[in-house]
Structures are given as structure tokens and as C-alpha cells.
């Protein structure tokens, strides 16, 4: 086979896209919105755990921050395309209000396998968590940030700042992740669970 010849088209780009989006959002669970909230919560919260065995200075980050936004996320790659897919809660500190949302990206590059990876996003204040939640956002560039993976890591600097107040830690189940890459990822509110 001639890769060279080998043309994707954006209408093929669009379906690994939506099926990435329908494959990890749940939409064939057949659990009623309520639970679906339940597991959104619970994966929340297992992620703000993982971050503070591994940073545990970031409790106190998170604590401090106006609001946070947690994800699982789950990665496909199958020979030339790759697609992301996952879910997420936004929380505001000062009031507890929840809001559920999905992230995805899609593309093209070799690769073979399956990834799991979590994010915690940090806001500064009312001002980016409001742009963040309600108009949607993007991440069009890519951030890389080295994480100190020692028992007595800095959690400052593990946490990379992405946007104009906005601060993410990426982690894996072995960790921080070396490297915190979100780029063509785009996060909106869930319209069924809020």
C-alpha cells in the first residue's frame, strides 16, 4: 500500500470525531441522568486524589483556586487517525456548583493502542471559569511542561499555565505526566446533564 497516495478525507476525519464522542460519552449506558451525574462525580473526585498522591501540595491549589474542572479522558489510536474522547465536572469552590462536561479531539498519525489520562484544570477566578464553562474552549497550541515526579515534588511547578489564568496538571495512574500535551482539544458543556 502507497501512503503517500493515501487521502483523508474530512468527511471520514468528522466520523472518527463523532463516533469518539458517542464511543466515551455514555450515550449506550442505558443509566438514567441522574447516575450518569453519580459517576461524573465520583470520577472527579478519584482524580482530584490521584493529583494530590502525587502532588500533594495541589490540594491546597485546588482549594484556593475559584474553581476547578476534573476529566477522565480515553485515547484511540488505529494505524493513521486518533480520537479522544471524555468527560468531566467543573466545580465552583465558593458555592459547590457543579457543572458536567465532555472533552474530544480527533487527528491523524501512525500509532496503535489505547490511553487513559486525567486532567485538573485551575481557574483564577469567576472571569476564565465562566469563559471556560459557558462559551466552550479550545486548545489550539500545544503545552509541554516537565513535571517533578519525586516524592517531594513542587506542585506549582507541575501544574503548566495553558491560558491567561487557567492552569492544568495532566496525570496518568503512574503520575504526573512528563509531558502535558492538550493540543486540537476542545471542551463544552454536556446539554443532557446540566
Avoid: C
Avoid at 466515551?24 to 494530590?52: A, I, N, P
Avoid at 503545552?143 to 487557567?166: E, F, N, Q, R, S
Amino acid at each position: 500500500m502507497n501512503l503517500s497516495k493515501l487521502r483523508l478525507h474530512p468527511l471520514w476525519m468528522m466520523l472518527v470525531g463523532i463516533a469518539a464522542v458517542v464511543m466515551f460519552s455514555g450515550f449506550w449506558s442505558g443509566k438514567t441522568v441522574e447516575e450518569k451525574r453519580s459517576d461524573r462525580l465520583k470520577t472527579s473526585e478519584e482524580t482530584l486524589q490521584l493529583l494530590y498522591k502525587h502532588a500533594p501540595e495541589a490540594k491546597e491549589m485546588v482549594a484556593n483556586s475559584y474553581g476547578y474542572a476534573a476529566f477522565s479522558n480515553v485515547g484511540v489510536n488505529l494505524v493513521l487517525l486518533s480520537a479522544e474522547g471524555g468527560t468531566g465536572v467543573a466545580h465552583v469552590n465558593g458555592t459547590g456548583k457543579n457543572i458536567y462536561m465532555n472533552m474530544a479531539s480527533g487527528g491523524a498519525g501512525f500509532g496503535l493502542g489505547i490511553k487513559d489520562f486525567r486532567a485538573v484544570f485551575l481557574f483564577k477566578d469567576k472571569e476564565v471559569f465562566d469563559q471556560f464553562v459557558n462559551k466552550g474552549w479550545e486548545a489550539n497550541a500545544q503545552a509541554d511542561a516537565a513535571a517533578k515526579l519525586a516524592d517531594k515534588g513542587d506542585a506549582y511547578g507541575a501544574a503548566i499555565t495553558v491560558a491567561p489564568g487557567i492552569r492544568l496538571y495532566k496525570l496518568t495512574q503512574n503520575g504526573l505526566a512528563l509531558q502535558a500535551t492538550i493540543q486540537g482539544t476542545k471542551y463544552w458543556k454536556d446539554g443532557d446533564l446540566n
